[in-house]
């Protein structure tokens, strides 16, 4: 940075006090100097999706949520989550963890995450609470959904994660690289998987240790694994042959207890539920201290708690470390400080062996993921609940391809990136928001009927007001296809007027379809003239094509009875 970025970098930080402005224009990275506190100390990492370069990743404008959630954790964004955590506009901690101001921010602040910068951040942290104290922790979502990721196959974010020396992880989209790859990489690595809920289909045995028990300072602490509930739902069943999964509430209760009995201080649980259900769980089982959540990507600057439980939740995209410091007891945790660190480029140095290693891991596949495919003229962005530009890039793509497509649909998963405008578009970028092991577009034909039928399903599961009832991911988008969504209408009433390219659904008429990263094609018949295709690559030859794209957003559904914001 130059001086004048960082003196600007500073004041938007709220740095205005004499002293700790000229101590922060010597050493700018005593942002991250945190005083010691308690007896044990946690680093947290989630939901990197093997984004290992730096980058951009707007939050979500819009978390619709059913009214029994609205306005809590797990369903706050923008303004409302600046206020509800006390974040100043402007700040980075705004830029970090909210999506207002985005755009302008992102020119400020740069870049963010980075396998170098995160792995620079928890050796220093460790370095700083003392390494016999400290456990590094991932909570899934790690080894999947980029494109240095498809091309090794995962090994690359598994070596990564053996550098930095974590100690635990849970899985979810790990399971999409095939469980023969999953089990062939965890010998590799040198963290222990932990998890209670992946077991064997036939006897119900765990796949993996439940838990793992550990001695620091004086105290005992049990860390218990909770990977996600709903594989089997989320993916095609052959990534995850012979395995079962699921919430699994009274096996919980059992290992926590089992925990307890062998005189562990306290309890932790290293999940990838997501915080709603993990709320929901915190108050139904007893003897957990905290738990340390990931999957459905929310930022907790301040910890939650519920009953005798802490919750902290960790984001997403490398985009911060968690630090927790934990205040023992005997039987318990008495106090604890949890504190969000972002991954910030412009502060960090990034760890020079880390650096070295993602280089020369890059270097093969260079001329593939950085061959710019375009210009966007536009912010394009992924994450909402129901809608995002990225999303509309890759249904027009698609279109393009496929004339005869009357609708397409793109997935809600929430993984990706942001493009600013004016940046350009490269394979990286696209493989960011569209590396699925399972990429094929699929043209088919559907009943109207069960078109309306499948967007109140999503609906269904997406705004559940029971957690227990969520089984991941966001709205499908839609291109071609317009409807209104009322978010807290009972079951099968949440989808209404929807039309096709203008004119109202006809339930019996057969309408041409193309979705990819699902099982939508299973729903109707193929059409078996084209040949399944991976979505990065239509998406590569539509840019090459029209060289520019400008895609402000416009969704094509209206929302009834909750407000919908637009970026910017």
Known sequence: MTRRELVQL?????????????????RPEQL????????????????????????????????????????????????AFLRYYGLRRGSLEAYAFSSVDFATLAQRFGPMGGGAYIGALI????????????????GGDTWTNSGISLR????????????????????????????????????????RVVSFNIVDDLFGDPIYPPYAIHEIGGYSLGIIGSSFPYVKVSHPEEFSEGLSFGVRENELQKYVNELRGKGVDAVVMLSHNGVP?????????????????????????????????????????????????????????????????????????????????????YAPHLDYLDQVLGTTETLLYKRDSTYSTLDELACRAVQAAYPEVEVAFSTGTRWGTAILPGQPITMDKVLAYTGYTYPEVYVFRLKGERLQAVLEDVAANTFNPDPFYQQGGDMSRVFGLSYDL????????RVRNVAIRGRRL???????????????????????????????????????????????????????????????
Not at 11 to 26: H, I, R, V
Not at 123 to 138: F, I, M, N, P, S
Not at 317 to 325: F, N
């Open 277 to 361: 259900l993990d709320l929901a769980l915190a108050a139904r089982i007893k003897g957990i201290d905290l738990i340390l959540t990931g999957h459905t990507h929310d930022f907790t600057p301040a910890p939650i708690r519920v009953g005798n439980t802490w919750l902290v939740a960790g984001g997403s995209a490398g985009k911060a470390v968690v630090r927790v410091d934990l205040q023992m007891k005997k039987g318990g945790i008495a106090d604890l400080r949890a504190r969000t660190l972002p991954v910030a480029t412009n502060l960090i140095k990034p760890d020079p062996a880390l650096e070295a290693f993602i280089r020369e891991t």
């Open 486 to 493: 009322a978010v807290n209408a009972p079951t099968g009433q």
């Open 152 to 191: 090794t196959r995962g090994q690359v974010v598994v070596d990564w994660m053996n550098r930095v020396g974590f100690d635990h992880m849970v899985f979810h989209w790990e399971y999409t690289l095939g469980r023969e790859r999953v089990e062939e990489l965890v010998k590799e690595l040198k963290a």
């Open 10 to 26: 500073l004041l938007a930080l709220g740095m205005t006090s004499p002293k700790a402005f000229a101590q922060a224009m010597e």
């Open 123 to 138: 050796k220093q942290q460790k370095a700083q609470a003392g390494e016999k104290r400290t456990l590094v922790l991932d």
């Open 32 to 79: 991250y100097d945190l005083p010691p506190f308690g007896n044990v100390t946690l680093l947290f990492n989630t939901d990197l999706h093997a984004q290992l370069r730096p980058h951009y990743f707007m939050e979500p404008p819009n978390l619709l949520a059913a009214k029994a959630l609205e306005g809590k954790p797990g369903y706050l964004t923008g303004e």
């Open 506 to 568: 006809d339930p019996n008429r057969e309408y041409t379809l193309a979705s990819f990263g699902g099982r939508l094609q299973r729903s109707g018949t193929l059409v078996e003239k084209y040949t399944p295709r991976p979505i990065y690559d239509i998406i590569a030859e539509y840019l090459k094509q029209v060289k520019t794209v400008n895609i402000p957003p416009r969704p094509s559904m209206r929302v009834l009875d909750q407000r919908y914001v637009l970026p910017g």
